[in-house]
């Protein structure tokens, strides 16, 4: 292997973004499979004396506040959530409202909180080195016909919403595919598992691969926190809050995908709702896109199905102008698809133009195919005489059980009954909100454990952080303090032409914070709000 190094300057690793670090870092550059874009961290010695400074061994570090005399303090809290409410209308983390979610006319800040949470560097660092690997993995699952038919053979009998999935992808597989470039953008979620002696582990808890959001938002809240601890005199842990710009790296993605396309002229077709709330979210991806002279246009399924049309060459055309990327933002969930919006994903599907993602990566992104992952022996098959990559991957799976029909189900389901505070039951479902937890697990289980629509779900262990506490800014919510535990998401960005990857990043990161009394849900569904990560 050739290596090369270079300094570069660079805002999207987590190790830089503070005033000490100033934005430089040296990355150790290599022609490995993990594609050309591969980048990792080589620190000199300054920089890792005071990357040592700054991250404590995670057993010792704990998940504490950190902001504890300020949260005691019921009137200092409330002026500075005056101030950290203006500064996040001024910088832009925007929602519409519930009342007119299709109209930006009147808007409101999207729920965040007060103060950054601490988060261990070292499981920060874990998190952020493994990304390409999960991006790897996440490709490879999507070229291995025979592995998806396999894993989701008994799921596709019972959950009707991934049956349609898989029969697009059955089409298309016998046309032929005339995608040729193939654009991943992900996103992998974690916790913080909190282990027996005081130390945190990093625990993923899903891959996004279809409408990973809140990278646009992500990139704005930072400015709001340093100027919180600004405010409070802090402006040394101001300066922690790492930078962080998700929605650049995600459009970098999808400008590698336009220009390998190859007309100049193609335009970049994202797939939205009408009804659309976190449509600012959005519009930070077009808006980086048109920097670089990349045009937009928003439709919807029922647009697509109503005005697209393929030629003889099976390129896209919307409206009369051609398609060079189709980037989902929409179709994630049974409730988005009608027959005629099932009709439409089948025509995108069909076509050259780049889809992000296309339907064997969105089926890469199930519930079942990341159970069926953890299993000994299938990292090896997929990723053969990588070891070092298979023991990075395993290293933050959490168990993850079948709920087949069979022994190794009926085990599992006995287990979760005996222990139900201990599980979680999940289904094939993206959005937030689906999970099952506690008494309503053990009634659900109870009565699908004889049945096999049991298939349809997986057994997970249910990670237990350390609980620490916030405040959670919400319009028309008290300003007042909660026991919260918070989830880590690092984006990914891959692009492969043909058989090569070409581009392999980790762009940037978005973490989520909820009170404890909630058991699942994200901000989408009105129970995390926006966060930031203060490495320690």
């Not at 992900?186 to 899903?206: H, T, V």
């Not at 896109?289 to 647009?303: K, Q």
């Not at 409730?335 to 780049?354: F, K, M, T």
């Not at 919260?484 to 990043?505: A, D």
């Amino acid at each position: 292997m050739e290596l090369n190094v270079m300094e570069v300057t660079c805002s999207l690793a987590p190790f830089v973004g503070t005033t000490e670090l100033g934005n430089h870092v040296l990355f150790l550059k290599s022609n490995t499979n993990r594609g050309e874009q591969n980048e990792l961290p080589v620190f000199p010695d300054f920089y890792s004396d005071l990357l040592k400074s700054l991250r404590p061994a995670a057993k010792s570090v704990g998940m504490a506040t950190g902001w504890e005399s300020l949260l005691r303090d019921e009137q200092q809290l409330e002026e500075l959530a005056r101030q950290a409410v203006d500064r996040a209308l001024a910088e832009g983390v925007l929602l519409r409202t519930s009342q007119e979610p299709s109209s930006s006319d009147v808007v409101s800040y999207a729920p965040f909180t007060l103060f950054p949470s601490l988060v261990p560097s070292a499981l920060l660092e874990q998190a952020y080195a493994v990304q390409m690997d999960f991006n790897m993995l996440v490709d490879a699952v999507s070229q291995d016909a025979a592995f998806l038919e396999q894993t989701l053979s008994s799921t596709i009998k019972r959950d009707n919403f991934t049956a349609r999935l898989f029969d697009i992808h059955k089409q298309v597989l016998k046309e032929g595919i005339a995608q040729t470039v193939f654009l991943g953008l992900n996103r992998s979620d974690y916790m913080f598992q909190r282990n027996a002696d005081g130390s945190a582990a990093l625990k993923q808890i899903e891959i996004n691969t279809i409408s990973a959001s809140f990278g646009g938002l992500a990139s704005r809240t930072p400015a709001v926190h340093r100027h919180v601890l600004n405010v409070l005199s802090k402006t040394q842990e101001a300066a922690k809050i790492l930078s962080n710009n998700p929605s650049k790296g995600l459009a970098l993605g999808i400008t590698k995908a336009w220009e390998l396309y190859g007309s100049a002229n193609a335009l970049v077709l994202l797939i939205a709702q009408e009804k659309e709330r976190n449509i600012f979210d959005q519009r930070a991806i077009e808006n980086e896109l048109l920097a670089r002279n990349i045009h937009v246009i928003r439709r919807r399924f029922e647009d697509v199905s109503e005005k697209a049309s393929l030629d003889q060459d099976r390129r896209l055309f919307m409206d009369g102008q051609e398609v060079a990327v189709v980037y989902f933002r929409d179709g994630y969930m049974p409730s988005q698809y009608s027959p005629q919006n099932w009709e439409a994903r089948l025509l995108l599907e069909r076509s050259r133009a780049v889809k992000c993602p296309d339907i064997a990566t969105q089926l890469a992104g199930t519930k079942k195919v990341q159970q069926e992952l953890s299993r000994m022996g299938v990292l090896e098959m997929l990723l053969p005489g990588q070891p070092e990559t298979v023991a990075r991957l395993h290293a933050t799976f959490a168990g993850l059980y079948s709920l087949d029909m069979g022994e190794e189900g009926d085990q599992a389901i006995a287990e979760a009954l005996a222990a139900p505070s201990q599980f979680v039951l999940k289904p094939q479902r993206e959005g937030g909100g689906n999970n099952l937890y506690g008494e309503e697990m053990v009634q659900a289980l109870e009565r699908l454990k004889d049945s096999e629509e049991r298939a349809s779900y997986i057994l997970m262990e249910k990670i237990e952080p350390e609980p620490f506490g916030n405040c959670l800014l919400r319009p028309g919510s008290p300003v007042r303090v909660v026991q919260c535990i918070s989830e880590l998401g690092i984006f990914g960005v891959y692009v492969r032409q043909g058989k090569t990857l070409v581009m392999n990043k980790h762009v940037g990161h978005l973490l989520r914070t909820k009170a404890i009394e909630h058991a699942d849900g994200g901000v989408a569904a009105g129970v995390a709000v926006l966060d930031n990560p203060y490495p320690v």
